[in-house]
């Protein structure tokens, strides 16, 4: 299904799919700008995630997938300016996450318990976006709890995210992550 509905602008209409067998949905809805129908898709083959839904503007429904066999999540919501759905994703077999939240700028859900020590490459994760600062504040604990991480992810960025720097567990989170990777960023101190 790669590049499916590539610019597909005007393309707005239910789909009911049997993709049981389908193994790559990498740009399926890359600029569909006015897409925004449920994708209740059985995605337990998939593998590739890739730009699934960048630039689709206008999407913002529940993304209920399994995720299991899934290795790459790379800029799957760029720019998906609307989308602020839960993601509770089966990370574990993730090796990237570039880009996946890049300039979505509604999104702010919790995804703490994502499962990220395979992830290699986090460059620009949200750049663009921002996370609530209790959002931001379960991800930093949760995710220094996994430490030691990949040693190939050397670059994250949480976007205009904020932490609050008047919790010990937070600070003590965020530094480990921030002595992780040699280039780490956030939106500072709440």
Excluded: C
Aim: glycine fraction near 4%; hydrophobic fraction near 45%; aromatic fraction near 14%.
């Amino acid at each position: 299904m790669f590049a499916m509905f590539n610019n597909a602008n005007s393309f707005n209409q239910p789909i009911n799919f049997d993709t049981s067998s389908v193994t790559n949905m990498n740009r399926m809805f890359i600029n569909a700008t006015n897409f925004n129908q449920a994708v209740n898709f059985n995605t337990s083959s998939v593998t590739d995630m890739t730009f699934m839904f960048s630039f689709a503007r206008n999407f913002n429904q529940p993304v209920n997938f399994n995720t299991s066999s899934v290795t790459s999540m790379g800029f799957m919501f760029w720019e998906a300016t609307n989308f602020n759905q839960p993601v509770n994703f089966n990370t574990s077999s993730v090796t990237t996450m570039a880009g996946m939240f890049q300039q979505a700028t509604s999104f702010d859900q919790n995804i703490s318990a994502w499962v990220i020590d395979q992830v290699s490459n986090f460059l620009n994760f949200m750049v663009g976006a921002t996370l609530s600062t209790a959002n931001y504040d379960d991800l930093l604990i949760a995710w220094a709890a996994q430490a030691p991480l990949n040693p190939s992810a050397t670059s994250i960025d949480f976007g205009g995210s904020k932490y609050t720097s008047t919790n010990p567990t937070v600070v003590t989170a965020r530094d480990t992550l921030v002595t992780h990777f040699a280039s780490f960023a956030d939106g500072g101190a709440a």
